[in-house]
C-alpha cells in the first residue's frame, strides 16, 4: 500500500429524498439533475452492474483516487461496461466539474439550448423553500413532485 492510499473507495446508496434534501437542504451544496437519454433496458442494466460493482468493493476493497477511481470515472466504467464505448474517455472523466458538458456533448444529456440554460434549468439547488415543502413526502411522491419542480 502506498501513502496514497488512504480512502477505501465506496459507493453511497439511499433513496432520492434523503440524498437531495440532505445536500440541498442541510449541506447547501449546488446539485443539478438531469435527466439521462436512457431506455429502459439500459437503465436496468446500469442500476444491475453498480449493485455488482457495490458487491466487488465489498468482497475486494479498492482505494479512491482523484485521477483513476473517482466518483465519475468509475460510472463512466460501469457505463462502458454496459454498453462498450458509450462514454468514450474524455477529460471529465478526472474533472468531475466538466462531465455534465461532456454528457450533453455525447447526447446522454439532452442540451436545453445552451450548456449554461441546461445547467440552470436543472439546477435544483435554488428550490430549497420547494424541495423542504414536499420533504416529508413518502419516496415515490417526493420523486414525483421533485420532477414537477425541475419543469417549473
Not at 473507495?9 to 440541498?24: I, K, N, P, Q
Not at 476493497?61 to 477511481?69: C, D, E, G, K, Q
Not at 454496459?82 to 439532452?110: E, F
Request: proline share 5%; net charge positive.
Amino acid at each position: 500500500m502506498t501513502i496514497y492510499a488512504k480512502y477505501e473507495l465506496a459507493y453511497t446508496w439511499g433513496t432520492e429524498r434523503d440524498f437531495v434534501t440532505r445536500r440541498v437542504l442541510y449541506l447547501k451544496h449546488p446539485v443539478k439533475m438531469y435527466p439521462l437519454t436512457l431506455d429502459a433496458e439500459r437503465t436496468q442494466r446500469l442500476f444491475l452492474a453498480l449493485i455488482r460493482k457495490t458487491n466487488e468493493i465489498a468482497e475486494h476493497p479498492r482505494f479512491y483516487n482523484t485521477l483513476t477511481a473517482n466518483c465519475t470515472n468509475m460510472l463512466a466504467e460501469i457505463a462502458n461496461e454496459v454498453k462498450p464505448g458509450s462514454i468514450p474517455y474524455d477529460i471529465s472523466w478526472n474533472l468531475p466539474g466538466l462531465s455534465d458538458t461532456y454528457l450533453m456533448k455525447i447526447k446522454y444529456i439532452t442540451p436545453e439550448g445552451s450548456v449554461e440554460q441546461t445547467q440552470k434549468k436543472y439546477d435544483i439547488s435554488k428550490k430549497q423553500k420547494s424541495i423542504l415543502s414536499i420533504a416529508d413526502e413518502p419516496h415515490a411522491e417526493f420523486g414525483k413532485r421533485l420532477r414537477k419542480l425541475i419543469l417549473e
